[in-house]
């Protein structure tokens, strides 16, 4: 555990069952038995099964650090989670949150590149709270091309959300759906790996106490250690397979420095 930030504690698999167990979770459970996906498989036909330990990790990073705003680069099961967790966040501190100078409070940008599962997300969110969701959740359509960025061939998205946000989570996009070749060349090979530089090219908009969670993809999570310019802590979540940045600076004025102390619990 960090000072600045709260960090998922290990779990046990019926500590993991106990909690997927409370009703707002059970959906999670009662559709864990769809099937992976292959090592070699190169189009997804049906969504992924949720990851219960990890999205268990998410909820954690998001709720005890008390997060306003996220921006998730992929749409799908974590897209659910957050929504929960906003959700139970505005339950909670609605009214500090009013304080802050925070235009987006409560509040998800989700980019997908694949408008099949972007319809599906929209479908299981819409299912999950019908007519008694409270919080705004903006998934959108973008495609993914190739590009250079730093003189590196990568990704980007072609739109980015309207927003600062305090929580950035990449799982996305999928590698096999980008356009504009670069020399020939696109993430669309089963030996090649998902890189974007979406995050690289808004660094310096970010607001110190950002966190980012990368799942999984570990070349991306050492892509951005090796190109991001600000004071990052970095940890690798090694039971969770999650990469963690935590942007470390001091606070850049008072609205920051508000902030920043609602999140220590000190408002």
């Not at 998922?8 to 997927?20: H, R, V």
């Not at 356009?179 to 696109?186: D, E, R, S």
Request: aromatic share 14%; hydrophobic share 35%.
């Amino acid at each position: 555990m960090s000072k600045k930030f709260l960090l998922p504690k290990k779990i046990s698999n019926s500590q993991l069952l106990n909690f997927y167990k409370k009703d707002k979770f059970k959906i999670f459970l009662n559709n864990g038995k769809a099937k992976d996906l292959g090592v070699n498989d190169m189009k997804v036909k049906s969504p992924y099964k949720p990851q219960l330990k990890d999205l268990y990790s998410l909820y954690q990073l998001v709720f005890f650090n008390k997060r306003t705003t996220i921006l998730e680069f992929g749409s799908g099961w974590s897209t659910l989670l957050f929504s929960i967790a906003m959700s139970d966040l505005k339950d909670k501190y609605f009214h500090q949150v009013k304080k802050l100078r925070r235009n987006n409070p409560f509040e998800i940008f989700s980019l997908e590149n694949e408008k099949k599962f972007l319809n599906i997300s929209k479908k299981r969110i819409n299912k999950y709270f019908g007519n008694k969701r409270r919080i705004n959740i903006n998934l959108k359509f973008t495609n993914v091309s190739m590009t250079m960025y730093n003189g590196c061939i990568t990704t980007e998205y072609d739109k980015l959300p309207f927003c600062n946000p305090d929580f950035i989570y990449v799982d996305g996009p999928g590698q096999f759906n980008v356009k504009k070749p670069i020399y020939g060349l696109t993430t669309g090979h089963k030996d090649l790996v998902p890189l974007s530089c979406d995050i690289l090219k808004i660094e310096f908009f970010l607001l110190p106490g950002t966190i980012i969670v990368v799942d999984g993809r570990g070349a991306e999570a050492q892509f951005l250690k090796n190109n991001l310019k600000r004071k990052w802590i970095y940890k690798k979540l090694n039971f969770y397979d999650q990469h963690l940045f935590y942007l470390n600076e001091p606070s850049i004025g008072k609205h920051n420095k508000l902030q920043k102390k609602f999140y220590s619990g000190n408002i």
